[in-house]
């Protein structure tokens, strides 16, 4: 698995959730994993090379 160069594992997991800038920028990343866990951050800084909580989602 190849990880994406600007969002890293958050690109291929199930607790991401994209949403789009609302002027064309960067999209965001946000981690709803953050809810449950307070260790994690909601808008983590990217590209995310490490995570412990990282689920990879099924294409
Ligand atoms: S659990 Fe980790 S890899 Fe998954 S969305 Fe959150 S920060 Fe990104």
Same mark, same amino acid.
Request: glycine share 6%; with cysteine.
């Given at each position: 698995?190849?990880?994406?160069?600007?969002? =890293?594992?958050?690109?291929?997991? *199930?607790?991401?959730?994209? *949403?789009?800038?609302?002027? =064309? =920028?960067?999209?965001?990343?946000?981690?709803?994993?953050?809810?449950?866990?307070?260790?994690?951050?909601?808008?983590?800084?990217?590209?995310?090379?490490?995570?412990?909580?990282?689920?990879?989602?099924?294409?």
């Amino acid at each position: 698995m190849s990880l994406h160069p600007t969002v =890293g594992l958050c690109a291929t997991c *199930i607790h991401a959730e994209r *949403i789009p800038h609302p002027r =064309g =920028g960067n999209d965001y990343w946000r981690c709803r994993k953050a809810e449950e866990d307070k260790t994690m951050l909601k808008y983590p800084r990217l590209p995310v090379l490490a995570c412990p909580a990282h689920v990879t989602k099924e294409e």
